[in-house]
């Protein structure tokens, strides 16, 4: 079925085009009414297409800025091919700087392929499936961890079962430039962008830049680098991807969280007080964190135990999280075969 976002953009078009998409949103004062959501494609002959997006959850600030700033700055003759940019995708979100949309309530990223006849969401992810993946060879979806979580800095995949789809994604992590490239799993993935991207045969990298619903300063350094590095890695651009670190290593290191055996959850509600902060080295067994339940007189806070040996990926923001979220995830080294779950 067609999809219900319009666009005007040429997809095929050489040069510059800054237009807008509409998704229709029928209110009180305008039943024909429509929320827009800038897109941004420049294109030169013929190459790859990259599709780099940002603010698919709309309290991740980092990868609306990377993005904001390609798209203003990329002109056609620095490129050989296409990249098309979205830096707000969940506009709605972005501007409540909520991860859910207040639209429809909604994650987009729980959302595709989507629904040309569901709710905001549902037709947004579908548009982005059905019109734009198609054009696409490689997708970069830029998170961070937003209001509930902090990460370390770093790029993420999934476990590909193929060998040749594997290495080629490894390779653009790592072109990538993060101090980290974290394999994973996690909890529902079926009904992401990456997923709808892996379904169609696309390279597709995300990110973690950092989050506690603020601006994580070198995450935003990293993620603009990284985008360019992409650019270079791919051959839209011409150059070498620049992936030193900051503490001198000339790239950052390939992990893992191979499945749900990697997560702590909160075990009841309370205060969550980690031990520890992202990017830390963790022990098997030791104390991750307590929840403190203070509104009961007298209670012993519940101690969290790391339940593997790593490094912190991500670690819960609020201080107070619900019972069953999750609060910590350790990264293992990554060990090729390693994707158990
Ligand atoms: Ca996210």
């Not at 991500?314 to 779950?341: I, K, T």
């Amino acid at each position: 079925m067609a999809s219900a976002v319009l666009c005007d953009v040429d997809f095929d078009r050489d040069g510059r085009q800054t237009s807008v998409l509409r998704v229709p949103q029928s209110h009180d004062n305008a039943g024909w009414g429509t929320v827009e959501i800038p897109i941004h494609v420049v294109k030169n002959g013929d190459g790859p297409t990259t599709l780099f997006t940002g603010g698919v959850h709309g309290d991740e600030f980092e990868g609306q800025i990377a993005v904001s700033r390609l798209a203003r700055e990329l002109e056609p003759e620095a490129i050989r091919g296409r990249v098309i940019m979205i830096p707000v995708v969940d506009i709605p979100a972005a501007l409540a700087s909520t991860r859910l949309c207040p639209v429809d309530g909604k994650d987009l990223n729980r959302c595709f392929p989507g629904d040309p006849k569901g709710t905001f969401c549902d037709k947004l992810a579908h548009f982005i499936d059905s019109t734009l993946l198609p054009l696409v060879d490689v997708s970069v979806d830029v998170h961070s961890g937003g209001t509930g979580m902090n990460t370390a800095l770093s790029t993420n995949m999934h476990f590909l079962g193929d060998a040749p789809r594997m290495a080629r994604t490894l390779a653009a992590a790592e072109a990538f430039g993060a101090p980290y490239n974290c394999v994973f799993w996690s909890v529902d993935e079926g009904s992401t962008l990456p997923s709808a991207c892996e379904a169609r045969g696309i390279l597709s990298l995300g990110t973690e830049l950092g989050g506690r619903g603020s601006v994580d300063v070198e995450g935003v350094r990293i993620g603009e680098r990284g985008l360019r590095n992409i650019l270079m890695h791919v051959g839209i651009m011409t150059g070498e991807p620049d992936t030193r670190q900051v503490d001198g290593a000339p790239r950052g290191r390939h992990m893992m969280v191979p499945g749900p055996g990697h997560f702590v959850f909160a075990p009841a509600r309370g205060i969550f007080e980690p031990t520890g902060v992202v990017g830390d080295p963790v022990e098997a067994g030791a104390v991750a964190g307590r929840i403190h339940v203070v509104e009961e007189l007298g209670r012993e806070p519940i101690e969290l135990h790391y339940p593997v040996s790593g490094q912190l990926w991500a670690v819960q923001s609020p201080g107070r999280p619900r019972q069953g979220d999750c609060v910590v995830v350790v990264m293992g080294p990554y060990r090729e075969h390693g994707g158990s779950a």
